[in-house]
């Protein structure tokens, strides 16, 4: 079962499309990841994110891709690397993870609704 939350908690989250510029290994990370560089357009610009989705994609196949992420979480720590945003997906039956973004090309910097 979930847990309730009001449209107000939900309107604090804010959920943003940005477009992949760049993708590097992460060595460093406990579980296999990389490091995104994602364009998220005027007002929130370039922000960094650690993806654990090396499973399913390849760097080069995620390079321009659009990808939704929470742009209002504070940074975070992982390892030597500071994460800004937290890109969102989902698992399948193996534990692995498949982005969520649109289905069509839209705006970069576009909010969810």
Not at 12 to 29: N, Y
Not at 95 to 103: R, T
Request: glycine share 10%; charged share 25%.
């Amino acid at each position: 079962m979930t847990k309730e939350i009001t449209i107000e908690d939900f309107l604090k989250v804010d959920i943003r499309v940005g477009r992949v510029l760049e993708v590097s290994e992460f060595p460093e990370a406990r579980k296999p990841a990389y490091k995104l560089k994602i364009d998220f357009g005027d007002g929130i610009g370039i922000r960094k994110s650690s993806a654990q989705i090396t499973k399913l994609y390849e760097p080069g196949e995620l390079v321009g891709r659009q990808v939704m992420a929470v742009v209002n979480f504070p940074p975070r720590q992982i390892g030597p690397f500071m994460s800004e945003v937290l890109v969102l997906g989902f698992s399948d039956a193996d534990g692995n993870i498949s982005l969520a973004a649109p289905d069509h090309d839209v705006p970069i910097g576009g909010r969810l609704h």
